[in-house]
């Protein structure tokens, strides 16, 4: 069965510094990896993916994520963050190869210090 | 805005009571996903209906159905509600083929 996990339930960094949301994950066949973002009172946005290809792979407000198949991981970075940045961050995987279903991560709320 | 509608956007009931949720999905897409988010339990996949039948099931209670209509619409029916059934439900929706899912705004339910 996949999982994923997300080893931090909070992240803090200082406005203009570099961010890194970290996710791991298990699965038996091939898999799709998703970075999604969760505002206040709002559904999930839709921030990048991996699907094969280039190991480091951009999304939208300058994010991107690396995903590393020997280490099982796929974390999220921004090389300066912005307040604006401030959410609750889910990643999710998908195996491929055995069901498809889409399993999501607990979630990392990332704080945006001024 | 993702292109999937859900209603309604906030929902207060009573303990014993039934709801239906209603989504939308994006034009086009046939899956359609229903998730629970609880502060508890985090995100969490409930059932998934691919053009009107079910295909995946997660930890969805005994209490809880899902059907999707011909028009691909799908409605999640909540019974017998209990206090630890207050949560955000989320429907999501892809396409044949598209690999990641696009999420609507969320029901509120509050049990009293």
């Known amino acids: 069965a996949q999982s994923v996990a997300q080893p931090e339930d909070q992240v803090n960094v200082a406005e203009g510094n570099p961010l890194t949301v970290k996710c791991t994950y298990s699965?038996?066949?091939?898999?799709?990896l998703f970075w999604y973002v969760q505002y206040p009172n709002r559904g999930l946005q839709f921030l990048l993916k991996?699907?094969?290809?280039?190991?480091l792979v951009k999304g939208s407000y300058g994010f991107e994520a690396e995903f590393n198949k020997s280490q099982t991981s796929f974390h999220l970075k921004k090389p300066s963050a912005l307040v604006s940045d401030s959410a609750l961050y889910f990643c999710?995987?998908?195996?491929?190869?055995?069901?498809?279903?889409?399993?999501f991560g607990p979630g990392t709320r990332l704080s945006v210090l001024p | 805005d993702s292109g999937v509608t859900q209603t309604p956007k906030h929902l207060i009931t009573a303990t014993g009571q039934r709801v239906t949720l209603r989504c939308s999905p994006r034009?086009?897409?046939?899956?359609v996903y229903w998730y629970q988010q609880s502060l508890d339990q985090g995100l969490q996949f409930l059932i998934q209906?691919?053009?009107?039948?079910?295909?995946a099931k997660g930890n969805i209670l005994e209490r809880f159905s899902a059907q999707q209509f011909p028009d691909l619409h799908s409605e999640l029916n909540l019974s017998s509600l209990e206090l630890g059934d207050s949560a955000l439900y989320f429907c999501?929706?892809?396409?044949?083929?598209?690999?990641?899912?696009?999420f609507g705004p969320g029901t509120r339910l509050t049990v009293l």
């Open positions: 991996y699907i094969t290809g280039d190991n």
């Open positions: 999710a995987v998908r195996d491929m190869d055995y069901g498809q279903n889409f399993v």
């Open positions: 034009s086009g897409d046939l899956s």
């Open positions: 999501a929706s892809s396409s044949l083929g598209g690999p990641w899912q696009f």
């Open positions: 699965v038996s066949g091939n898999p799709y």
């Open positions: 209906y691919y053009n009107g039948e079910e295909r």
